[in-house]
C-alpha cells in the first residue's frame, strides 16, 4: 500500500479520477470509500495531528487491502480505494468512527 497522502494546501491538485487506481495488480477492480469528517480542519494543531495519526493507523492495520488513500484537510475528506473484499469498506468506516465519531460515511462504490 502507498502511504497515506495529507493535503492541507489551498493549491488545485489533479482531480482524483486521474490519481487514483482503478485496479490491482491483479487486474482487479477496487472499491472506493469516501468519509466525510466534519471539524476536522478547525480541530486545534495537537488534535489534528492525533487524528492523522489514527487515520494512518488504520490504513496500516488494513494494508493489505487498501491500495490508496488520501486525506484531505481543507475539504474534511478521507478517500479510500481498497481491494474487493466484501465488508472492509464499513470496517474501515468504522474504525475511523471509533476515534472520529462526526466521521459520515458518503459513499462505498
Not at 489533479?14 to 470509500?33: F, H, M, N, S, T
Not at 466534519?38 to 492525533?50: K, M, N, S
Request: proline share 6%; net charge positive; glycine share 4%.
Amino acid at each position: 500500500m502507498a502511504e497515506l497522502t495529507v493535503h492541507r494546501n489551498l493549491l488545485p491538485a489533479e482531480p482524483l479520477r486521474k490519481r487514483v487506481p482503478e485496479r490491482d495488480a491483479d487486474g482487479r477492480a477496487l472499491a472506493d470509500v469516501m468519509v466525510l469528517l466534519p471539524g476536522l480542519r478547525d480541530l486545534p494543531q495537537h488534535l489534528l495531528q492525533t487524528a492523522i495519526a489514527q487515520i494512518q493507523a488504520v490504513c496500516a492495520h488494513y494494508s493489505h487491502v487498501v491500495a490508496f488513500a488520501e486525506l484531505n484537510i481543507r475539504l474534511n475528506l478521507l478517500f479510500v480505494s481498497v481491494k474487493p473484499v466484501t465488508g472492509v469498506r464499513n470496517e474501515i468506516f468504522d474504525a475511523v468512527r471509533g476515534f472520529l465519531p462526526q466521521a459520515r460515511l458518503v459513499s462505498h462504490i
